[in-house]
């Protein structure tokens, strides 16, 4: 089975790399790698490819950073003649950016078929860039992974054939198993001035929603610096905050890479952080703030509260079985909210089902028997 596997973004790199390790342990499978170069800078591309072990990929469509437009557009326009080319059996893509949405409509337009991983999430909030690219590529996939019961629903809702559904459990949290050897090793409090055991928040930031907007911004750098004499916050600062903290915020002190030098009024601004890093700080946190959607999941499993600085969430399990609250984007509530959490920390109430380190060999069986399906 020729498998064209799709990448752009940070978040897609962690969700493929079970996927590309499941599939190298299968003969009958013969995957390329494509990286649209969406995210290309070393800490927000080459450090994941490292630290997840993922071999180099096959192409690089270095289509950069630019408006949606123009960055799903140039996608399309670069990812065309590689399948052309090639010719595979399926595309696959994961998770909701826009290399994710742009590769899809390619394939389905060449009239291959097309897997997405973590189908059926939804927030219900279309203002979201992310909501948009995961509706339509449910709406054009022929395979559809879901993470959590709520996506089968919502398929199931939108009309999709329940024979293209399948709940396979989260490989996300495959990725975050077969590395814990290494990021429980990883010694990035010491890196940071913390010592071991410190007590510590993390905080991370980059929707347009609660970052594009200088008040808004404002509120909340104001917020964690409240929150900050409470209690010491690790901040790994994504680029397109960065740019706007500096546009915005005279006096802050720049995000640097050490710890030392990053440190402002309690807050240690970090630039970005490599997987097994991030996922160690995570892990050793006892709050996580953020308006990822992924962080919510990674929470969850290894059962540190978090707060979604959001008003949805397309995850719910993450709040109806885990340790995630949805407070809102409101920068007010932050400090109240957080405090309040830090003084009775919630518990997960259960263990998700199947988010138990095997989803992408769920995936991979299912490709496969779809397969012989075709052959005989
Ligand atoms: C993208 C995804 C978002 C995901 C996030 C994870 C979409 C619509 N958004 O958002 O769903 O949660 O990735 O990080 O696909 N930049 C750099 N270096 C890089 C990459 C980006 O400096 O390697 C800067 C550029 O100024 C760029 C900005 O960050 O304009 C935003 O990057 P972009 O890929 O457009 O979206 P993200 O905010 O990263």
Known sequence: MRIVSIVGAR?????????IHAMARRP??????????????????????????????DFNLEVGSGTHALQTAQVMQRLDPILESLNPDLVLVVGDVNSTLAAAITAVKRGIAVAHVEAGLRSFDRSMPEEINRILTDAIADFLFVTEESGR???LKEGVDPAKIHFVGNVMIDALQAS??????????????????ATYAVLTLHRPSNVDDAGRLTSFLEAIETLARHIPIVFPVHPRVKQQIIRYRHGVTEPAPSGDRGRDKGIIYVDPLGYLDFVALVSRARLVLTDSGGIQEEATFLGVPCLTLRNTTERPVTVTHGTNRIIGSDPNRLVDESLKTLADPSRPNRALP???GHAAERIVDILDESRRHAKG
């Open 180 to 197: 814990r050897d290494r990021w429980e090793r990883s010694s990035v409090l010491q890196t940071l001035g913390l010592a071991p055991g």
């Open 28 to 57: 009958e499978f013969s995957p390329t790698l494509v990286h649209t170069g969406q995210h290309y800078d070393q800490a927000m591309s080459e450090q994941f490819f490292q630290d997840l072990e993922i071999r180099p990929p």
């Open 354 to 356: 199947l988010w138990d």
């Open 11 to 19: 978040p897609n790199f962690v969700k493929m790399a079970p996927l």
């Open 153 to 155: 629903a919502n398929l």
